[in-house]
């Protein structure tokens, strides 16, 4: 095996361009390019292993196949690292986020409990891996505050995991764009995958623009339910649940799917929630007139309200939520976008409720929904 070779460092005309970007805006730049997340492991100099999470991991070449990753020169393991002849680049499994955590934290010992087997040269390999690389280092060359390693690759194996992914500070989940594109647009009011595919992006925006929490919600087999929401910067602890089953009569999601479902479907769970209203216990509506005439002005309005709601199990401080519904091109509902605030600061004359409704009708059109 050769020694690693140095490569000579970047010129210095090219520094000066640098100095107008801001370091901020560059992290926040970078954070919109997503990566995977790796460990890479190898051996100190007494051949303890050590490892470390790392996302500047990158393709290079095929033929011969080459890898690369960068490490900050400050890192406590620089040393180590900078004088390996091999790593392992271990691709971390979707269901590893705490392993993840752990090699990215300082002062443990990082392989304390974890199941790893010895690879070639007997470096690490991290069980439940979604990919390992097994490499020589080829090349090492100085970036700035980073030392790049070139790696040749000696063996490989995939075990068909799922990939973590990260991006933006956030670790996430990744799912094919492939499957938008198979699914129909939701038959009846079950939201279909496409709806949710093209969702969520929507409440990406709607939570950057306006920095309140949303969600979204679908009719699910015991009614309305939520299955996904972003928090605005202001949390609202509220004890939210991806699959929290939610009132009809009680929650903004629950309403317009009470005010645009078919009738068939919404009339079991309005008369238990009515005869609850009755006997003093749930939302205000004791009598199925009330319930017609509330549910007739969400249609009019074309938004489901709650305000300053206190749920059951779910907060204790005073929230408003709007939601607003989703159609598909058959013009059946198939989500309700939801906005939530803090009682106090968040009402109906928000100009970021307007913004909700304008999303959900975007959201239709691109379904399909004409009118
Ligand atoms: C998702 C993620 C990706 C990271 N990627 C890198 C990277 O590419 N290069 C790097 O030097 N540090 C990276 N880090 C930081 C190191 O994992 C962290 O600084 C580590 O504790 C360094 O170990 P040491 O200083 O004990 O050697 C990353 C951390 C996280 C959470």
Request: aromatic share 0%.
């Given at each position: 095996m050769n020694a690693p070779a140095t490569l000579a460092p970047p010129p210095?005309?090219?520094?000066?361009?640098?100095?107008?970007?801001d370091p901020l805006e560059l992290r926040r730049c970078l954070g919109s390019f997503v990566t995977g997340v790796t460990v890479v492991t190898a051996l100190d100099d007494e051949g303890a292993p050590l490892g470390m999470t790392v996302n500047s991991f990158n393709s290079v070449s095929l033929d011969p196949p080459l890898i690369v990753w960068s490490l900050r020169?400050?890192?406590?393991s620089y040393g180590v690292y900078s004088r390996a002849r091999r790593f392992v680049v271990n691709i971390l499994a979707e269901d590893q986020i705490e392993v993840s955590n752990r090699f990215a934290r300082s002062g443990s010992d990082r392989f304390a409990g974890l199941a790893w087997s010895r690879g070639i040269g007997g470096l690490p390999l991290i069980d439940g891996c979604a990919a390992t690389f097994e490499c020589s280092t080829e090349a090492t060359h100085p970036g700035g505050d980073h030392l790049l390693f070139l790696g040749r690759v000696e063996r490989i194996v995939g075990s068909g995991r799922k990939p973590l992914a990260f991006g933006a500070g956030k670790y996430m989940v990744v799912h094919p764009y492939d499957n938008a594109k198979n699914a129909s647009p939701g038959t009846s009011n079950v939201a279909s995958l496409n709806a949710v595919h093209l969702a969520r992006p929507c409440l990406e925006d709607l939570n950057r623009e306006t920095d309140k929490t949303v969600g979204l919600g679908v009719w699910g087999n015991c009614g309305p339910t939520l299955i996904w929401w972003i928090e605005g910067s202001q949390p609202l602890d509220l004890r939210l649940r991806c699959g929290m089953v939610l009132p009809l009569l009680g929650s903004a999601t629950g309403k317009v799917f009470a005010a645009y479902s078919p009738p068939e479907i919404t009339a079991p769970y309005l008369e238990a929630e009515i005869a609850a209203a009755a006997r003093g216990e749930g939302s205000d509506f004791a009598s199925r007139a009330a319930v017609d005439a509330h549910l007739a002005a969400v249609r009019e309005r074309r938004l489901g309200a709650i305000s300053d709601a206190v749920l059951t199990d779910i907060n204790e401080r005073g929230v408003s939520a709007f939601s607003a519904p989703v159609f598909d091109a058959s013009g059946a509902i198939v989500l309700a976008l939801t906005m939530m605030g803090d009682a106090r600061s968040f009402d109906a004359a928000d100009p970021a409720v307007e913004r909700l409704a304008d999303a959900a009708r975007r959201l239709s059109a691109r379904l399909g929904f004409q009118r």
């Open positions: 210095a005309a090219a520094v000066a361009a640098e100095a107008a970007i020169n400050s890192a406590g």
